[in-house]
Protein backbone atom coordinates (compact mmCIF):
# COMPACT_ATOMS: atom_id res chain seq x y z
CA UNK A 1 0.00 0.00 0.00
CA UNK A 2 1.73 3.47 -0.85
CA UNK A 3 -0.02 6.80 -0.43
CA UNK A 4 0.07 10.76 -0.76
CA UNK A 5 -1.64 13.39 1.17
CA UNK A 6 -3.37 15.98 -1.19
CA UNK A 7 -4.81 18.57 0.89
CA UNK A 8 -7.57 16.62 2.85
CA UNK A 9 -7.61 13.47 0.70
CA UNK A 10 -5.41 10.65 1.09
CA UNK A 11 -4.51 9.23 -2.36
CA UNK A 12 -4.19 5.69 -1.97
CA UNK A 13 -2.73 3.24 -4.14
CA UNK A 14 -3.65 -0.61 -3.18
CA UNK A 15 -3.74 -3.49 -6.31
CA UNK A 16 -5.45 -6.17 -3.45
CA UNK A 17 -8.77 -3.96 -2.66
CA UNK A 18 -11.91 -2.89 -4.60
CA UNK A 19 -14.42 -0.80 -2.93
CA UNK A 20 -17.76 -2.98 -3.96
CA UNK A 21 -16.25 -6.44 -4.03
CA UNK A 22 -14.73 -5.61 -0.12
CA UNK A 23 -17.38 -3.40 1.50
CA UNK A 24 -21.17 -4.62 -0.09
CA UNK A 25 -20.35 -8.68 0.15
CA UNK A 26 -21.95 -8.74 3.46
CA UNK A 27 -19.46 -8.57 6.21
CA UNK A 28 -20.18 -5.23 7.15
CA UNK A 29 -23.70 -3.14 7.14
CA UNK A 30 -23.40 0.29 7.37
CA UNK A 31 -21.42 0.97 4.26
CA UNK A 32 -23.98 2.98 1.43
CA UNK A 33 -22.76 3.25 -2.06
CA UNK A 34 -23.54 6.84 -3.40
CA UNK A 35 -23.86 8.14 -6.97
CA UNK A 36 -20.34 9.89 -8.29
CA UNK A 37 -18.22 10.57 -11.22
CA UNK A 38 -15.68 7.97 -10.13
CA UNK A 39 -16.03 4.21 -10.53
CA UNK A 40 -17.94 3.93 -7.05
CA UNK A 41 -17.96 6.12 -3.45
CA UNK A 42 -19.35 4.54 -0.45
CA UNK A 43 -19.88 6.48 2.93
CA UNK A 44 -19.95 4.82 6.44
CA UNK A 45 -18.67 4.29 9.37
CA UNK A 46 -16.05 2.44 11.64
CA UNK A 47 -17.41 2.55 15.19
CA UNK A 48 -18.41 6.36 15.20
CA UNK A 49 -16.36 7.38 12.81
CA UNK A 50 -17.03 8.63 9.14
CA UNK A 51 -15.67 8.39 5.83
CA UNK A 52 -15.81 8.71 2.12
CA UNK A 53 -13.94 6.53 0.06
CA UNK A 54 -14.22 6.54 -3.58
CA UNK A 55 -12.53 4.30 -6.22
CA UNK A 56 -10.77 6.23 -8.90
CA UNK A 57 -9.53 3.47 -10.88
CA UNK A 58 -8.69 -0.33 -10.25
CA UNK A 59 -6.29 -0.43 -7.36
CA UNK A 60 -6.62 3.76 -6.90
CA UNK A 61 -8.62 5.08 -4.59
CA UNK A 62 -9.52 8.47 -2.35
CA UNK A 63 -10.40 8.63 1.42
CA UNK A 64 -11.91 11.92 1.38
CA UNK A 65 -11.93 14.50 3.71
CA UNK A 66 -9.80 12.89 6.41
CA UNK A 67 -6.63 13.52 7.83
CA UNK A 68 -2.84 11.71 7.96
CA UNK A 69 -2.82 10.53 11.39
CA UNK A 70 -7.03 9.35 11.27
CA UNK A 71 -5.84 7.67 8.28
CA UNK A 72 -2.84 5.61 9.65
CA UNK A 73 -4.84 5.01 13.21
CA UNK A 74 -7.95 3.76 11.91
CA UNK A 75 -8.30 3.02 8.51
CA UNK A 76 -5.62 1.68 7.57
CA UNK A 77 -6.33 -1.07 10.05
CA UNK A 78 -9.84 -1.13 9.34
CA UNK A 79 -9.35 -2.19 5.73
CA UNK A 80 -6.21 -4.50 6.86
CA UNK A 81 -4.08 -2.17 4.15
CA UNK A 82 -0.85 -3.39 5.98
CA UNK A 83 -1.54 -7.19 5.14
CA UNK A 84 -0.61 -8.18 2.11
CA UNK A 85 -3.48 -10.45 0.24
CA UNK A 86 -1.49 -11.05 -2.15
CA UNK A 87 0.60 -14.04 -0.60
CA UNK A 88 -3.06 -15.02 0.48
CA UNK A 89 -3.91 -15.52 -3.01
CA UNK A 90 -0.41 -16.84 -4.29
CA UNK A 91 -1.32 -19.62 -1.53
CA UNK A 92 -4.74 -20.30 -1.83
CA UNK A 93 -4.55 -20.53 -5.44
CA UNK A 94 -2.85 -24.12 -4.95
CA UNK A 95 -5.63 -25.31 -4.99
CA UNK A 96 -7.92 -25.08 -8.29
CA UNK A 97 -11.32 -24.28 -7.06
CA UNK A 98 -9.68 -21.54 -5.17
CA UNK A 99 -7.41 -20.50 -7.34
CA UNK A 100 -10.62 -19.34 -9.41
CA UNK A 101 -12.18 -17.33 -6.55
CA UNK A 102 -9.38 -15.13 -6.36
CA UNK A 103 -9.03 -14.62 -9.84
CA UNK A 104 -12.69 -13.66 -10.00
CA UNK A 105 -12.49 -11.71 -7.00
CA UNK A 106 -9.17 -10.49 -5.89
CA UNK A 107 -10.06 -7.58 -4.43
CA UNK A 108 -11.79 -8.81 -1.15
CA UNK A 109 -10.39 -7.93 2.00
CA UNK A 110 -11.53 -8.29 5.39
CA UNK A 111 -12.34 -5.51 7.44
CA UNK A 112 -11.29 -5.06 10.86
CA UNK A 113 -14.67 -4.40 12.98
CA UNK A 114 -15.68 -3.70 16.15
CA UNK A 115 -16.30 -7.03 17.77
CA UNK A 116 -19.67 -5.34 19.61
CA UNK A 117 -21.22 -3.59 16.38
CA UNK A 118 -20.33 -6.85 14.50
CA UNK A 119 -21.98 -9.12 17.29
CA UNK A 120 -25.06 -6.99 17.11
CA UNK A 121 -24.77 -6.88 13.60
CA UNK A 122 -24.54 -10.69 12.80
CA UNK A 123 -27.54 -11.39 15.52
CA UNK A 124 -29.64 -9.06 13.23
CA UNK A 125 -28.89 -10.81 10.04
CA UNK A 126 -30.15 -14.52 11.37
CA UNK A 127 -32.87 -15.64 8.40
CA UNK A 128 -32.46 -12.08 7.14
CA UNK A 129 -31.53 -10.45 3.86
CA UNK A 130 -28.45 -7.31 3.38
CA UNK A 131 -30.98 -4.47 2.60
CA UNK A 132 -33.65 -5.80 5.99
CA UNK A 133 -30.00 -5.97 8.08
CA UNK A 134 -28.75 -2.50 6.82
CA UNK A 135 -32.41 -0.78 7.42
CA UNK A 136 -32.86 -2.41 11.13
CA UNK A 137 -29.21 -1.41 11.82
CA UNK A 138 -30.07 2.22 10.57
CA UNK A 139 -32.63 2.52 12.88
CA UNK A 140 -30.98 1.57 15.70
CA UNK A 141 -28.73 4.32 15.16
CA UNK A 142 -30.75 7.10 13.87
CA UNK A 143 -32.56 6.41 17.34
CA UNK A 144 -28.84 7.00 19.03
CA UNK A 145 -28.54 10.16 17.21
CA UNK A 146 -26.17 8.78 14.78
CA UNK A 147 -24.33 6.41 16.63
CA UNK A 148 -24.18 2.74 16.98
CA UNK A 149 -25.08 2.31 20.46
CA UNK A 150 -23.10 0.85 22.54
CA UNK A 151 -23.66 -1.97 25.07
CA UNK A 152 -24.74 0.00 28.09
CA UNK A 153 -27.06 2.19 26.15
CA UNK A 154 -28.73 -0.77 24.58
CA UNK A 155 -29.15 -3.06 27.70
CA UNK A 156 -31.80 0.08 28.95
CA UNK A 157 -33.94 -1.39 26.15
CA UNK A 158 -36.43 -3.90 26.41
CA UNK A 159 -37.89 -6.16 23.07
CA UNK A 160 -41.10 -3.99 23.17
CA UNK A 161 -38.92 -0.32 23.51
CA UNK A 162 -37.24 -2.03 20.59
CA UNK A 163 -40.14 -2.46 18.29
CA UNK A 164 -39.26 0.59 15.99
CA UNK A 165 -36.58 -1.61 15.05
CA UNK A 166 -38.78 -3.93 13.25
CA UNK A 167 -36.56 -6.90 14.13
CA UNK A 168 -39.17 -9.65 14.90
CA UNK A 169 -37.73 -12.49 17.03
CA UNK A 170 -34.12 -10.66 17.25
CA UNK A 171 -34.86 -8.11 19.84
CA UNK A 172 -34.81 -10.27 22.49
CA UNK A 173 -31.82 -11.66 21.53
CA UNK A 174 -30.47 -7.95 21.08
CA UNK A 175 -31.69 -7.50 25.11
CA UNK A 176 -29.92 -10.36 26.09
CA UNK A 177 -26.18 -9.56 23.68
CA UNK A 178 -26.66 -5.83 25.72
CA UNK A 179 -26.92 -7.19 29.21
CA UNK A 180 -24.65 -9.84 28.90
CA UNK A 181 -21.52 -7.41 27.31
CA UNK A 182 -22.60 -4.34 29.27
CA UNK A 183 -22.67 -6.28 33.23
CA UNK A 184 -18.86 -7.67 31.91
CA UNK A 185 -20.48 -11.18 31.96
CA UNK A 186 -19.47 -11.77 28.58
CA UNK A 187 -15.87 -9.85 27.54
CA UNK A 188 -15.60 -9.44 23.87
CA UNK A 189 -11.80 -8.90 24.43
CA UNK A 190 -11.04 -12.19 26.33
CA UNK A 191 -13.30 -14.19 24.09
CA UNK A 192 -11.07 -12.56 21.22
CA UNK A 193 -8.20 -13.75 22.38
CA UNK A 194 -8.89 -17.16 23.63
CA UNK A 195 -8.45 -20.28 22.46
CA UNK A 196 -10.36 -20.77 19.25
CA UNK A 197 -13.08 -23.25 20.61
CA UNK A 198 -13.22 -21.92 24.01
CA UNK A 199 -14.47 -18.47 21.73
CA UNK A 200 -17.05 -20.03 20.07
CA UNK A 201 -18.71 -21.74 23.23
CA UNK A 202 -18.62 -18.16 24.87
CA UNK A 203 -20.40 -16.89 21.81
CA UNK A 204 -22.91 -19.22 21.72
CA UNK A 205 -23.86 -18.74 25.39
CA UNK A 206 -25.53 -15.34 24.52
CA UNK A 207 -29.09 -15.90 23.37
CA UNK A 208 -29.49 -16.58 19.87
CA UNK A 209 -26.01 -16.73 18.83
CA UNK A 210 -25.47 -20.12 16.69
CA UNK A 211 -22.36 -21.96 15.15
CA UNK A 212 -22.48 -19.27 11.96
CA UNK A 213 -23.27 -16.42 14.16
CA UNK A 214 -20.52 -17.45 16.02
CA UNK A 215 -17.62 -17.81 13.42
CA UNK A 216 -18.96 -14.29 11.94
CA UNK A 217 -18.43 -12.64 14.82
CA UNK A 218 -15.11 -14.03 15.04
CA UNK A 219 -13.71 -13.37 11.74
CA UNK A 220 -15.80 -10.32 11.23
CA UNK A 221 -15.03 -8.34 14.51
CA UNK A 222 -12.02 -10.14 16.15
CA UNK A 223 -9.87 -10.83 13.10
CA UNK A 224 -9.65 -14.78 14.10
CA UNK A 225 -9.01 -16.06 10.31
CA UNK A 226 -9.14 -19.43 11.04
CA UNK A 227 -13.09 -19.15 11.80
CA UNK A 228 -15.23 -20.38 8.82
CA UNK A 229 -18.90 -19.32 8.21
CA UNK A 230 -20.66 -21.57 7.16
CA UNK A 231 -24.19 -20.57 4.93
CA UNK A 232 -26.14 -21.88 2.57
CA UNK A 233 -23.52 -20.85 -0.48
CA UNK A 234 -20.08 -22.07 1.60
CA UNK A 235 -22.39 -25.55 2.25
CA UNK A 236 -22.49 -25.58 -1.81
CA UNK A 237 -19.21 -25.33 -2.56
CA UNK A 238 -18.06 -27.75 0.24
CA UNK A 239 -20.52 -30.72 -0.75
CA UNK A 240 -19.46 -29.87 -4.92
CA UNK A 241 -15.96 -29.12 -4.60
CA UNK A 242 -14.58 -29.98 -0.93
CA UNK A 243 -16.20 -33.08 -0.23
CA UNK A 244 -13.69 -34.72 1.12
CA UNK A 245 -12.88 -31.75 3.57
CA UNK A 246 -11.64 -28.01 3.39
CA UNK A 247 -7.35 -27.87 2.37
CA UNK A 248 -5.35 -28.27 5.25
CA UNK A 249 -2.71 -25.42 3.85
CA UNK A 250 -5.89 -23.24 4.10
CA UNK A 251 -7.03 -23.83 7.66
CA UNK A 252 -5.03 -21.19 9.10
CA UNK A 253 -6.89 -18.43 7.10
CA UNK A 254 -9.82 -20.22 6.26
CA UNK A 255 -12.52 -17.45 6.81
CA UNK A 256 -10.39 -15.23 4.25
CA UNK A 257 -10.31 -17.89 1.65
CA UNK A 258 -14.01 -18.34 2.32
CA UNK A 259 -15.02 -15.15 1.87
CA UNK A 260 -13.46 -15.20 -1.89
CA UNK A 261 -15.14 -19.01 -2.02
CA UNK A 262 -18.38 -17.04 -0.79
CA UNK A 263 -18.44 -14.13 -3.36
CA UNK A 264 -17.58 -16.33 -6.11
CA UNK A 265 -20.28 -19.19 -5.86
CA UNK A 266 -23.13 -16.43 -5.34
CA UNK A 267 -21.89 -13.94 -7.84
CA UNK A 268 -18.92 -15.86 -10.30
CA UNK A 269 -20.94 -19.28 -11.25
CA UNK A 270 -24.08 -18.40 -13.33
Not at 144 to 160: H, I, K, M, Q, Y
Not at 212 to 227: D, I, Q, S, Y
Amino acid sequence: MDYKVKGRDIIVSEPDLDLDETLDCGQAFRWKKMPSDYDCTYTGRFVNTPLTVSQTGKGSFIFHDTTEEEFLTRWVDYFDLNTDYSEFKRCFSEDETLSKACAYAGGIRLLRQDSWECLISFIISQNNNIPRIKGIIDRLCENNGGDFPDAEVLSRETPDTLAYLRSGFRAKYLCDAASRVSSGETDLSAIAAAPIEEARAELKKILGVGPKVAECVLLFGMHRTEAFPIDVWIKRVLAEYYPGGFPEFAAANAGIAQQYLFHYIRTGLK
